[in-house]
């Protein structure tokens, strides 16, 4: 029988996104480290265009604007750029069902295939911290005296996560193993229908009505953001008067 031995090769992911729900919410920026034997062999990290404004409540806990967003690249074209650079490894990240839910719901809206193994430090420090008041990446990084100086961003976020899982692995010992390895990841995922013809020439007729200009590639919408789209600018607006 094959002796179980930690991983030391994975991929760790962190996002930042506009909101916690993959189906309705956008991502923002995505953070990813490469580990190869242990060390760190790469890094990926980019922002992305969520094509709406950044929620002040995110502004605030992250510090991104609309500024730093606004014309990166598209979801579409960041996934596909993390999926080569994930290749075939397996993910890891703290609260990683989190995660793999927004990307999850990105490779449904490109129809890529995206099914991943995963490690979840989240899930292992509860069964080994089971002491701490709060086992968030944020008090664990303290319990173990790793850098947080740059909070909730993605890319330092993954290298935090990294550290961390180093640390579990040393606090874990080798009877505790069996926590670490890498378990198939679920989510279902909504299939999403691309914005329709007649939305695209509702929205730039109302575009052309009021004299705004709109802020989206349209062609990345989908039939519910559209439609979220139109209502507020009737809302803000009005409808087109004939």
């Known amino acids: 029988m094959e002796e179980k031995t930690f991983p030391d090769s994975y991929v760790v992911v962190d996002l930042e996104t506009t909101g916690l729900s993959p189906r309705e919410d956008s991502i923002l920026e995505i953070g990813a480290v490469k580990v190869k034997n242990g060390q760190v062999a790469g890094t990926y990290a980019v922002f992305v265009d969520p094509q709406r404004p950044v929620p002040e409540q995110i502004r605030q806990l992250t510090g991104i604007t609309d500024e730093m967003v606004r014309g990166q690249r598209t979801a579409s074209q960041a996934f596909e750029e993390f999926l080569t650079f994930c290749g075939g490894a397996d993910l890891m990240g703290h609260n ?138 009737i809302m803000n607006y009005g409808r087109i008067m004939r």
């Open 96 to 233: 990683l069902p989190f995660d793999y839910g927004f990307l999850k719901q990105q490779a449904v809206v490109q129809r890529l295939p995206f099914e991943k193994r995963g490690i979840d430090t989240l899930k292992i420090a509860r069964c080994l911290l089971d002491g701490l008041e709060s086992r968030s990446l944020t008090s664990l990084c303290a319990h173990f005296h790793i850098d947080r100086s740059r909070a909730h961003r993605a890319l330092d976020d993954a290298l935090a996560t990294h550290q961390l899982y180093c640390h579990l692995k040393e606090l874990a010992g080798e009877d505790k193993v069996e926590l670490f390895l890498p378990a198939p990841m679920f989510y279902r995922a909504r299939k999403i229908s691309p914005i329709t013809d007649s939305q695209k020439r509702y929205l730039k007729d109302l575009a052309k009505y009021h004299r705004i200009e709109l802020d989206v590639e349209m062609d990345s919408l989908t039939k519910s953001e559209a439609s979220r789209l139109i209502d507020r600018i």
